[in-house]
């Protein structure tokens, strides 16, 4: 049986949120968004042990949080650093000898599920490394420094990518090693850079990142919908 770890990202300021709570532990509801991952990472059968990456001003609340919520597979609550990429780096310090996969995920993004870990496990497992994402809605452009149009991307090829991302521990490690430092917005980005193929499964337009303070609206209004559907 292959061992995956997940890393549960929650060392963030939450700084575009302007919430007075962190953000991992603000309630969408009546339930803190971390929770809600951390319940569908304990839950699936292919994840083996969870490390969450908190911040100094977060860490004993987020504790506090998952013995109420009584989540299990946990193995360690962590401390981040600046970037994301720096948090990243803890938590896979902290991560057994054992783990041949990792699962790299963000507190931010409440609505995974069963189906997309399940989905993008797999592909990981066969292929190395599998990122979710979803087909792009929306015209995208790239704007120029003059506010003026540089170019119009094509659509039919641009996918929103999100997390869960999986990969190999060995080549995650040899990426980080490699390119650790280079500035990224996912993990993935750094296997790209080592010329490693990066698998993609399809995603969830319900799995949002909670980044702005719109996003809560829809965020509610998902896990109201979920609930009845008893999907979270
Ligand atoms: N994150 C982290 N460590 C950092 C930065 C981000 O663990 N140094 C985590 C966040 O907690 C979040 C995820 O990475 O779950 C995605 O980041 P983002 O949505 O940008 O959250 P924040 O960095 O917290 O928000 P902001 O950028 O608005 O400050
Ligand atoms: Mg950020």
């Not at 699962?103 to 599998?130: E, M, Q, T, W, Y």
């Amino acid at each position: 049986m292959m061992q995956v770890t997940a890393i549960v990202l929650a060392a963030g300021k939450g700084e575009r949120l302007e919430l007075k709570v962190s953000k991992p532990l603000f309630k969408i509801n009546h339930q803190p968004i971390l929770i809600y991952s951390l319940k569908a990472l304990s839950d699936h059968p292919l994840i083996a042990d969870i490390i969450v990456v908190a911040n100094a001003s977060n860490r004993v609340k987020i504790i506090a949080q998952i013995k109420k919520a009584r989540i299990g597979k946990i193995k360690a609550v962590v401390l981040g650093g600046r970037r994301r990429q720096d948090s990243v780096i803890n938590g896979l310090k902290a991560i057994s000898s054992k783990a041949r996969f990792v699962l790299i995920h963000d507190a931010a993004r409440p609505f995974i599920n069963k189906k997309i870990l399940s989905l993008v496990i797999n592909k990981a497992v066969a292929c190395g490394a599998a990122i979710p994402g979803v087909p792009v809605k929306a015209t995208i452009k790239e704007v120029g420094s003059k506010v003026v149009v540089a170019k119009t991307l094509d659509r039919s090829r641009l996918w929103e990518i999100q997390t869960p991302q999986v990969f190999s521990k060995d080549l995650l490690l040899k990426a980080y090693k490699k390119f650790g430092n280079s500035v990224v917005t996912d993990d993935a980005s750094l296997v790209e850079k080592s010329g490693r193929r990066v698998a993609v499964v399809m995603g969830s337009y319900h799995n949002i990142k909670i980044t702005t303070a719109e996003d809560l609206v829809l965020a509610e209004a998902i896990a109201k919908q979920k609930l009845k559907k008893c999907l979270i």
